[in-house]
């Protein structure tokens, strides 16, 4: 069975700490990987990898796939309070394609 | 540019009863895919709409079902409810396939059932 395993599951760090969120996969025919931030409803956008070992990088947010280990992950540097959400990591592949998701990675930031 | 607008927000329903939900996606966006979100199993996928055609579609029962229209709307339809369907729904469009393109989420439709 196709399955996508995210830790921890919970994080609590206070402002200005680095945080790794990672996600392991065990899916076949493995297409790429994304990442979600979750803050309220609306899941947002943040990267999709395909290739192993090209770091992908937005300010201080940057994630990295190893598709010899199957893992990749999160890193934040810096962490601000408005971080704070459930991180989503997503596998597309499976037998018919699908977007496979973890269960999240709650992050919670304290000033 | 409007983004991914589910209606309605909240919906209360009882057992037995169906229910349809609405999704409209960003201008542009051909394929919709809807996901189901509670605390015990996380985000799964129930199906993916693109160009009006069914393309993909999870494990879940044949209750739930959707269509695509010609302005690439979409509506998800769940029927015969169970307690078990109370979560959040959430609609997502993409400009190409769902498996190809990063999705943009909707807020969601909050279903619960009594």
């Known amino acids: 069975e196709d399955k996508v395993v995210q830790s921890p599951l919970s994080l609590v760090v206070h402002e200005g700490d680095t945080v790794t969120l990672n996600c392991s996969y065990e899916?076949?025919?493995?297409?790429?990987l994304l990442w979600y931030k979750q803050e309220k409803k609306a899941p947002t956008f943040l990267f999709m990898l395909t290739s192993s070992g090209i770091e992908k990088k937005s300010g201080r947010l940057s994630s990295i796939l190893d598709k010899k280990e199957l893992f990749s992950i999160l890193n934040i540097t810096a962490t601000q309070t408005g971080d704070s959400a459930v991180y989503l990591c997503?596998?597309?592949?499976?037998?018919?394609?699908?977007?496979?998701f973890g269960k999240g990675t709650k992050l919670s930031v304290k000033p | 540019k409007a983004g991914v607008t589910q209606t309605p927000r909240y919906l209360i329903k009882t057992r037995g009863q169906q229910v349809t939900l609405s999704c409209s996606p960003i201008s542009g966006h051909r394929s919709v895919s809807w996901y189901q979100q509670t605390p015990g199993q996380g985000l799964q996928f129930l199906f993916e709409y693109f160009s009006e055609t069914q393309r993909n579609k999870g494990n879940f029962p044949g209750r739930f079902s959707g269509r695509q229209f010609s302005n690439s709307r979409s509506e998800m339809n769940v029927s015969t409810l169970e307690l078990g369907d109370s979560a959040l729904y959430l609609c997502?469009?993409?400009?190409?396939?769902?498996?190809?393109?990063?999705?943009?989420f909707g807020n969601g439709t909050r279903l619960t059932v009594t």
């Open positions: 899916v076949t025919n493995f297409r790429s």
């Open positions: 997503a596998v597309v592949g499976g037998s018919q394609g699908n977007l496979i």
């Open positions: 997502a469009s993409s400009l190409a396939r769902a498996i190809l393109s990063p999705l943009h």
